[in-house]
C-alpha cells in the first residue's frame, strides 16, 4: 500500500495557523503580539518554526518588528529620519503637491469645524509676521508655522502626524532649489491673500469654503513651482 507523500513546505500551514490565530486573537491596542516563547506553545510549533512564519507575514506587510520591543501587526510606522529620507529620494516636488492637494484642503476643512479660538488667532499672528518677513528663509518659516497651525487647530492628532511627514518630505525634497526670486515676498504675492482667505472661512466655520479656499491656494504654489521648474536653464 503506498503511503501518501509528506508535505515538503510544511512551513505553509504554519503560515495559515499563525495568521488564523491572529485573526481570532484579542491583541491589546497596539497590536503587540505575545512573545514568541507563548505564541509558538499556543500554535504547537517550535519557535524556529514560528520565526519562519513571522518572517512571511513580515515580508508581506503584515506585522512589523521592533528590537526590544516586540511583534507588532499591520505597518511600521514611519517614525524615524531614515523613513523620511527614503520617502524622500523616490520623492519630487511634482508628487508631494499632489499629495499635499489631497490632504490640506481636508486638514482645513476639519479646523474650520474644530478651531479654538486660541488657534485662529495664532493663524492671525502668522499672517501678520509672514507679511513683515524680511527674507524668503522667515517668510517660508511663518508659512510653515501657518500651515501647521491649521493642522493643529482639528484636534486631531493622527492627522497632524501625517501632517508633519508630509511636511517633513516636502523640506526633504528641497524646494529652494526651484526659487528664482526676489529676497522677499512683493506685498501681491498671491500667498497672502489666498491665506487670508484660508483663515477668514476657518474663522467663520465655513467648512466648504476652507477647503476650496486651500485647495485654490495650492493650486496656485504647484502653478507657481512648476513654472520655476520649466524655466530653469538646465530643463530648455
Not at 511663518?142 to 518630505?169: C, K, M, P, Y
Not at 495650492?218 to 513651482?225: I, M, T
Request: glycine share 4%; net charge neutral.
Amino acid at each position: 500500500m503506498l503511503t501518501p507523500p509528506k508535505d515538503s513546505h510544511p512551513e505553509k500551514g504554519i503560515v495559515t495557523q499563525l495568521r488564523a490565530y491572529l485573526a481570532q486573537s484579542d491583541l491589546p491596542e497596539d497590536g503587540r503580539l505575545p512573545p514568541e516563547r507563548e505564541l509558538s506553545s499556543a500554535l504547537g510549533v517550535s519557535r524556529t518554526e514560528l520565526r519562519k512564519a513571522l518572517d512571511v507575514l513580515e515580508e508581506e506587510g503584515q506585522l512589523w518588528r521592533h528590537v526590544g520591543k516586540g511583534t507588532f501587526l499591520g505597518s511600521r510606522p514611519l517614525d524615524t529620519f531614515a523613513d523620511i529620507s527614503a520617502l524622500a529620494r523616490r520623492s519630487n516636488p511634482a508628487e508631494v503637491m499632489r499629495a499635499r492637494l489631497v490632504m490640506e484642503p481636508e486638514i482645513a476643512r476639519a479646523a474650520a469645524f474644530s478651531a479654538t479660538p486660541a488657534a485662529i488667532a495664532e493663524m492671525r499672528l502668522c499672517l501678520a509676521r509672514s507679511r513683515q518677513a524680511e527674507t524668503w528663509r522667515h517668510y517660508e518659516g511663518w508659512d510653515t508655522r501657518l500651515h501647521r497651525t491649521i493642522a493643529e487647530a482639528t484636534q486631531n492628532s493622527l492627522l497632524l502626524g501625517l501632517f508633519d511627514t508630509l511636511n517633513a518630505v516636502r523640506r526633504a525634497v528641497t524646494w529652494g532649489r526651484l526659487r528664482t526670486a526676489p529676497v522677499r515676498p512683493a506685498p501681491t504675492h498671491h500667498s497672502f491673500a489666498e491665506h487670508d482667505a484660508i483663515v477668514e472661512a476657518i474663522e467663520l466655520r465655513d467648512m466648504a469654503g476652507a477647503a476650496a479656499a486651500m485647495r485654490t491656494h495650492l493650486k496656485s504654489v504647484e502653478r507657481k513651482l512648476l513654472e520655476q521648474q520649466d524655466s530653469r536653464p538646465e530643463d530648455r
